[in-house]
């Protein structure tokens, strides 16, 4: 059976940090692309950014692009989300999502994913 678990959210001051980190069991995420978004309660689940297979190539949301960073460790079958900056409408429930994928490419659409986690949750204080 196909788990994701994310870990590392949590309470932040509007300026910090976070990594979030999402790891596998009952899947190589080697042989996936891999995704993070993030959900308010009445929302629709909102894309924040995605990795290919190898790593090589991201792609961000433009409301985090350039605070947040994207990063994988196949070694380790995990995934990763550096949170920089952080900004009171940061807050949200993080998911991060795999889609079973080898080759090069990013996936910015919820419905591309064929794997979720279980979500954690991020609240940025002012």
């Known amino acids: 059976q196909v788990q994701l678990v994310e870990s590392g959210g949590g309470l932040v001051q509007a300026g910090g940090s976070v990594r979030l980190s999402c790891g596998a069991s009952g899947l190589a995420l080697s042989n996936c692309a891999m995704g993070w978004f993030r959900q308010v309660s009445g929302n629709e689940r909102e894309f924040v950014a995605a990795i290919s297979w190898s790593g090589g190539n991201t792609a961000y949301g433009e409301s985090v692009e350039g605070r947040f960073t994207i990063s994988r460790d196949n070694a380790k079958n995990t995934m990763f989300l550096q949170m920089n900056s952080l900004k009171p409408e940061d807050t949200a429930v993080y998911y991060c999502?795999?889609?079973?994928?080898?080759?090069?490419?990013?996936?910015?659409?919820?419905?591309?994913?064929?794997?979720w986690g279980q979500g954690t949750q991020v609240t940025v204080s002012s």
């Open positions: 999502a795999a889609k079973l994928f080898k080759r090069i490419g990013v996936f910015r659409s919820p419905s591309s994913y064929d794997y």
